[in-house]
């Protein structure tokens, strides 16, 4: 069939094949960050990269590397809530200086 299709569909077909959440997954995960993780923690930390359901997460300082991974679950649950099972299952956190 090459009727035009909605360009959503073909970044999730693109997304899927690349080991990726469907496109609306992903635009909310970077977007809406802080509403997502709240304004404390997203003034130190931000999503880097999303593969395979691994979101790799930059902190700005050894502390907050720690704090998120104290917070972990908690995160994981709260995206799980707002973005779906599995677009999240874990997270990677490294430290980058602003």
């Not at 469907?22 to 997502?36: I, K, S, V």
């Not at 709240?38 to 359901?53: D, K, M, V, W």
């Amino acid at each position: 069939d090459h009727a035009p299709r909605p360009l959503r569909d073909s970044l999730d077909a693109v997304a899927r094949a690349m080991g990726a959440p469907p496109a609306a997954a992903l635009g909310a995960l970077f977007g809406r960050w802080p509403e997502l993780v709240g304004a404390t923690l997203a003034a130190h930390c931000r999503p880097l990269s999303l593969s395979r359901g691994v979101l790799l997460v930059a902190v700005d300082h050894g502390a907050w590397a720690s704090q998120l991974q104290w917070l972990e679950s908690d995160v994981l649950r709260r995206l799980e809530e707002r973005l779906g099972a599995g677009v999240v299952t874990a997270l990677e956190v490294c430290v980058r200086p602003a």
